[in-house]
């Protein structure tokens, strides 16, 4: 089987610190798999808070996750802070591909890179929506 290849934006968007807490813990002693793409979702909000925005209303509609990639570089342990680092990689008339890239501050170890496929969706009218202007502008500095 091929290996998932995650493409790295040329500029970050946003960039924010998160704890490993025990409930991202796995039986493994390590952060698990399905808490990677937690921490990337709370990455997420917290960059479309800081445009004003949320996942409920991104301008009129919300955002719906289509599709997500993990791909594993290193291993992540309970109290480790992480650097979650996001950009975006394509954009299209509505949806969108944002990049994660976890990383161990303390060591510089790279620890997952995450892909998620947002799509724009009105949940009123249960239909995919057109990229509003504001979000477009969110993601304007985007590769």
Not at 14 to 36: A, M, S
Not at 91 to 99: A, I, P
Request: aromatic residues 6%.
């Amino acid at each position: 089987m091929a290996r998932v290849q995650i493409e790295l934006p040329r500029t970050w968007l946003y960039q924010t610190r998160l704890d490993v807490r025990v409930t991202d813990v796995n039986y493994g002693g390590h952060l698990g798999n399905d808490r990677v793409l937690a921490l990337a979702h709370e990455a997420r909000v917290r960059w479309l808070a800081s445009c004003g925005l949320s996942e409920q209303d991104v301008g009129g509609v919300g955002l719906i996750m289509a599709d997500a990639a993990l791909v594993f570089r290193g291993e992540a342990f309970l109290g480790d802070k992480l650097d979650v680092e996001l950009g975006a990689v394509e954009t299209r008339r509505s949806s969108f591909d944002l990049v994660y890239r976890l990383t161990r501050p303390a060591d510089g170890i790279e620890i997952a890179l995450v892909k998620t496929g947002m799509v724009c969706f009105d949940y009123a009218a249960r239909k995919v929506a057109r990229l509003p202007l504001v979000l477009a502008r969110c993601l304007e500095s985007e590769s």
